[in-house]
């Protein structure tokens, strides 16, 4: 997953009017805060050896996962919007 991807569907997300057809619920919105967190800031207090590269492979699976729950929820809607924001996220 790009980090493109992930920002194009951060902006979508942001996006979303509160009387729009596509409403993630609570548990959603959570996920999509979790994963913004752990892509954007990463983990809180936690000092890394610095042998490997940790915080980048978390960021990464922070962005797939952000993108893909994203895609779940607008394939979900099946609205001609939706389907554009796939589209805009997938060619970004």
Not at 8 to 16: D, F, M, N, S
Request: aromatic share 10%.
């Amino acid at each position: 997953m790009s980090k493109s991807q992930f920002e194009k569907a951060v902006a979508i997300v942001q996006g979303l009017p509160k009387d729009g057809p596509i409403q993630p619920s609570q548990d959603e919105q959570l996920f999509f805060y979790k994963y913004y967190k752990q892509a954007t800031i990463g983990d809180v207090n936690v000092s890394r050896p610095g042998l490997l590269d940790f915080t980048g492979k978390a960021n990464e699976e922070a962005y797939k996962q952000y993108v893909d729950k994203l895609i779940e929820i607008l394939n979900k809607a099946g609205t001609d919007e939706a389907k554009a924001q796939i589209a805009e996220i997938e060619a970004a």
